[in-house]
């Protein structure tokens, strides 16, 4: 079955960096395009950005462009977020979610999640 | 950037039908696709593309889309259905495509 499975979350002080992975498996990942979404603390969902299946297309939210870098290594099935200069705004869970293999428009599978927070 | 609108409430009794609006300017022109959060759960898709089903999603959740408002209607809705709902759009002419509303909280009483 198809799970998505993230890590690297944690505590990190404002100005700091991390790395977010999410380890897909149960479907050919190199064929779905893929995103991050977060959600702040009792709040809504945010989309941040998505990857093409090559790489090629990226697009980032403006709340974390030039600061947020999403990649991926089909060969490891993962997909991964550096996020830099980080703020205590992105104190939140960070999700990663599949767009389905005929539609890039929704998420059809979502990771549990991985909490940032972001405090001195 | 296109904007989607939601009530933040919804309170539905048991066995009664629970109605989610989702407001955005000529959302029938789009399609909307809708999201069940429980608790400290991920999000689960229970409608796209207006009116469709995943696989395992009961019957009971139905979804309808016209002029500027959408609508997820839960019919005969159990303990289970509380949660939070989000609507969510493409946002064709944007390169911050993916839009989610401001999500709904469905307190069944």
């Known amino acids: 079955q198809v799970q998505l499975v993230e890590s690297g979350g944690g505590l990190v002080k404002p100005g700091g960096s991390l790395r977010l992975s999410c380890a897909a498996s149960?479907?050919?990942?190199?064929?779905?395009?893929m995103s991050w979404i977060r959600q702040a603390p009792g709040k809504g969902l945010e989309w941040i950005s998505y990857?093409?299946?090559?790489?090629?297309?990226?697009y980032y939210a403006d709340s974390v462009k030039g600061r947020f870098t999403i990649s991926r290594d089909n060969a490891k099935n993962s997909l991964y977020v550096q996020m830099n200069t980080l703020r205590a705004e992105d104190t939140a869970i960070y999700y990663c979610?599949?767009?389905?293999?005929?539609?890039?428009?929704?998420?059809?599978?979502w990771g549990q999640g991985t909490l940032v927070t972001v405090s001195s | 950037s296109y904007v989607l609108t939601q009530p933040p409430s919804v309170s539905v009794a048991p066995g009664q039908t629970a109605r989610i609006t989702c407001g955005g300017n000529?959302?029938?022109?789009?399609?909307v696709h809708w999201y069940q959060q429980k608790p400290g759960q991920a999000p689960v898709l229970v409608v796209y593309d207006d009116s469709d089903r995943p696989s395992g999603i009961p019957e009971r959740f139905s979804g309808s889309n016209s002029g500027n408002t959408a609508t997820l209607t839960i019919s005969r809705v159990e303990a289970g259905d509380e949660a939070d709902y989000y609507c969510q759009v493409w946002d064709s002419s944007s390169d911050h495509p993916y839009v989610f509303g401001t999500g709904t909280k469905v307190t069944v009483l």
């Open positions: 000529n959302i029938g022109s789009e399609s």
């Open positions: 149960g479907f050919t990942f190199s064929d779905y395009y």
């Open positions: 990857i093409s299946v090559s790489g090629s297309t990226i």
């Open positions: 979610a599949r767009a389905p293999l005929n539609s890039l428009y929704y998420f059809d599978y």
